[in-house]
């Protein structure tokens, strides 16, 4: 069992309980930090531009100003760029972990990315291996059945799922609704105000004005229809109140929304995200870049008697720093908490209303991940049935054309769990390792539950987990329903866990979203504002934490982009993508282009009905 602070993340904890002689230590210490920690020694030292921060956003930042292909205009030498990082790793929530006694790679942070995204375009800039995830693939979910009655509903047949909530047609069947359609319908229903050019217009739309999502979805879905969209959805903090403030507003949300449902399809990186993390910052400091691990920044204030270096930084080991530019790329969280970086600089942007915006509302995850002695959801029965088709299910028998790829349930056993989503091997990395990510929990308290179940017990918590898992599966772990498949494969058992809790791991959806919904700022403003907080200073934000962008990576990098573009002279390369429209940030002087927008395909005969995605 290990327990390693992330300062990334806020805090972040890992269990690990090790069966075998592998490795116990944080894998972005084995990948990351040998290549990169090169001995510095602790003089005061000039920098041109310093980076506070190695996630995502900070590698990238650094790796970008490294790169000779793309010039920049104000004499920027990549020899006097320095990052510091407090961690002994780099990454932050992309973080990738060996498991078992062989030591395989699993994601517990980042895991996969939308091929329309910018993290895939760099993946492919590097020439980085990705995966599709496999197919087939199909989602059970189990659902309580309470506008019909008590007992759970488990399916992957949208009508069925319909019918346990009561979406039926004249004659009592369901209407085959799936949690996409209903988003669908909120994004561009008639209620929806478009631009000519078929974008929908959220801040425009009236009656988002002053609601929240779910006053807004249950006003165009009925209490039902939002019901259900609540219950099937992957993400459930996205309809819940967040850890530190209020529930999402309608117009934020849908602005995410907007840009998360024109993601494409999906890949995952091979053998996990922390190859990309690895190579940027190979690249970085093999063209000049100076990085420092096990170092923080304590302190960022201006002075005016050093020339051009108008900022002097104190680090954890007491070495004296000054810079010409600096870019702070950790989280608002992180940037809002006294404990740690002060300084005249940080104070001041601690005072504008858009940190506080930008803070409130983060998003907590568990992760479980899994190595099994069997790879239990790829097998079949004696007529060919997938075991992890559920026994209740009336319509579908799950065969091998159509394997289970994930689960969710709102079954719950009354303990404080529950099971958002189980995700099955999606890869042949995770396959050919006998992994799963058994359980995703983005449900604040549940997640902390999950947790803390843990971290008192990983043997406790496993055994939880087969109970749970019980509930989804149990012709594979109920020991009352399972004797088929213990006779012919055996018990399955839990060789080895990784558990992992991401305090903020959703803070990105949209900067409006957790805000009042008398909020006088959009989710644009915030994002502008963060390029450069204080007007006159050459100090700038890098987090997802600050665009309407999602992703544990692509929002990010994309923040690295708006600075790097739009205040350091660069022109890196955004990837549009042909057949897609894309908007260009008028605030930037068209040199930041957003992700695609999603477009509303109306029917000219008749503009009183609802359009679509």
């Known amino acids: 069992m290990k ?98 006694k062989h030591g395989e790679l699993i994601a517990t942070g980042a895991m996969r990315m939308p ?142 929304i907007a840009n998360d449902y024109t993601t494409g399809g999906y890949v995952y990186a091979q053998p996990g995200f922390s190859v990309l993390i690895k190579k940027m910052a190979d690249k970085a400091e093999n063209r000049g870049v100076n990085i420092y691990m096990k170092e923080a920044v304590k302190t960022v204030n201006s002075q005016n008697n050093n020339g051009s270096y108008k900022y002097k930084l104190l680090t954890s080991k007491n070495r004296v720093v000054n810079a010409k530019y600096v870019i702070i790329a950790i989280n608002p969280g992180e940037l809002s908490n006294t404990n740690n970086i002060g300084g005249n600089i940080i104070n001041q942007i601690r005072s504008t209303p858009e940190l506080k915006l930008a803070t409130d509302g983060h998003g907590t995850s568990t992760t479980v991940s899994n190595q099994w002695n069997v790879e239990w959801w790829n097998k079949l029965d004696k007529d060919g049935v997938q075991f992890m088709s559920h026994p209740q299910d009336p319509v579908n028998v799950i065969t091998s054309s159509n394997y289970i790829r994930r689960g969710g349930t709102t079954e719950t056993l009354g303990d404080g769990l529950c099971i958002t989503r189980s995700e099955i091997s999606n890869t042949d990395h995770w396959n050919a390792a006998n992994v799963t990510r058994s359980l995703y929990i983005d449900d604040p308290k549940c997640a902390v539950n999950w947790y803390n179940l843990y971290k008192g017990s990983v043997t406790q918590g496993n055994k939880k987990l087969i109970k749970y898992l019980a509930i989804l599966y149990p012709r594979v772990f109920d020991t009352s329903q399972n004797k088929e498949f213990r006779k012919k494969y055996g018990v399955p058992q839990i060789l080895d866990t990784a558990v992992t809790i991401h305090p903020w791991a959703w803070n990105n959806l949209a900067k409006g979203a957790w805000n ?65 429209t894309v908007k260009i940030d008028p605030v930037s002087n068209g040199k930041y282009v957003v992700l695609p927008k999603l477009k509303c395909r109306c029917d000219p005969d008749n503009p009183g009905d609802d359009c679509h995605i």
């Open 3 to 100: 327990l390693k602070e992330n300062s990334r993340s806020g805090y972040r904890r890992n269990w690990r309980n090790k069966l075998g002689p592998a490795c116990a230590f944080s894998l972005m210490t084995l990948l990351v930090a040998p290549s990169i920690a090169v001995a510095h020694n602790n003089g005061n030292i000039n920098c041109d531009v310093v980076i506070i921060g190695g996630g995502p956003g900070g590698v990238h930042t650094a790796f970008r100003l490294a790169t000779e292909s793309i010039p920049n205009n104000l004499g920027i030498n990549r020899n006097n760029v320095c990052l510091f990082e407090k961690n002994d790793y780099l990454g932050g929530r992309i973080e990738d972990k060996p498991i078992g």
């Open 115 to 256: 091929k329309e995204h910018y993290t895939y375009k760099l993946m492919q800039e590097l020439n980085l291996p990705t995966q599709d995830q496999l197919e087939p693939k199909t989602t059970i979910l189990g659902v309580k059945n309470g506008y019909v009655n008590n007992n759970p509903t488990y399916t992957n047949d949208a009508s069925t799922l319909n019918v346990a909530y009561g979406l039926v047609d004249g004659n009592g069947d369901g209407l085959g609704l799936t949690d996409f359609e209903q988003v669908d319908k909120l994004a561009c229903g008639a209620q929806v105000v478009k631009d000519p050019d078929g974008t929908p217009n959220f801040e425009a739309t009236s009656i988002m004005a002053g609601k929240s999502i779910t006053e807004y979805g249950t006003h165009v879905l009925g209490q039902n229809g939002m019901d259900f969209l609540k219950d099937v959805s992957t993400f459930k903090a996205d309809f819940l109140k967040a850890d530190d403030g209020d529930f999402a507003d309608a117009v934020s949300y849908m602005e995410y």
């Open 516 to 580: 009042p919904p008398t909020s006088t700022y959009s989710n644009e403003s915030i994002a502008a504002w963060s390029a450069q907080p204080l007007a006159n200073e050459k100090v700038y934000l890098v987090s997802d934490g600050y665009t309407i962008t999602t992703g544990w990576s692509t929002g990010a990098f994309m923040s690295s982009v708006r600075v790097l573009n739009t205040k350091l002279g660069m022109n890196v390369p955004v990837f549009e993508n042909e057949g897609l």
